[in-house]
């Protein structure tokens, strides 16, 4: 039996690994810094601090945040086969850390006056995922 696979179709969705210890550690209400000190690769923890540096109006220690998390996230996407392109979904839970990471690193970045930054990565936000770029966008 032939099967053929469709040439057209865009590459299949990243689903990030779940981190059920750190993501029990967060909502049981532990601190970010310490999530992130125990998990450093769980980007969730580092979104959380970027937020909160950023509504504490430290744009700078944001932005070092989100960065951070950004790129532990693009290290697991690429562990997990994503190859630099393709649907980042948004309602699978454990993309939520990466792509809440993408959208503070735009929002640092633009507070910053990295201009162009912000626009490559509100870019790679609503590329990975329209419905991360809203969501985010809604809570701004």
């Known amino acids: 039996?032939?099967?053929?696979?469709?040439?057209?179709?865009?590459?299949p969705p990243a689903l990030l690994p779940d981190n059920l210890e750190a993501r029990q550690m967060l909502e049981s209400g532990?601190?970010?810094?310490?999530?992130?000190?125990r998990f450093p690769a769980y980007s969730a923890a580092w979104a959380l601090?970027?937020?909160?540096s950023f509504?504490?109006?430290?744009?700078?220690?944001s932005y070092a945040f989100a960065r951070t998390?950004?790129?532990r996230g693009?290290?697991?996407?690429?562990?997990?086969?994503?190859?630099?392109?393709?649907?980042?979904p948004w309602d699978h839970e454990p993309n939520?850390?990466?792509?809440?990471?993408?959208?503070?690193?735009?929002?640092?970045?633009q507070a910053i006056g990295e201009k162009d930054e912000a626009e490559r990565c509100s870019q790679f936000l609503r590329d990975s995922s329209r419905a991360a770029a809203e969501a985010l966008a809604a809570n701004s």
């Open 55 to 61: 509504a504490a109006g430290h744009a700078v220690t």
């Open 96 to 109: 939520r850390g990466f792509l809440r990471c993408l959208h503070a690193l735009a929002r640092a970045a």
């Open 74 to 88: 693009l290290d697991q996407l690429r562990r997990a086969g994503w190859k630099g392109h393709g649907p980042i």
């Open 30 to 37: 532990a601190k970010a810094a310490d999530v992130a000190a």
């Open 49 to 52: 601090l970027a937020d909160d």
């Open 1 to 11: 039996m032939e099967t053929h696979e469709n040439l057209l179709a865009g590459p």
């Open 69 to 71: 998390g950004y790129h």
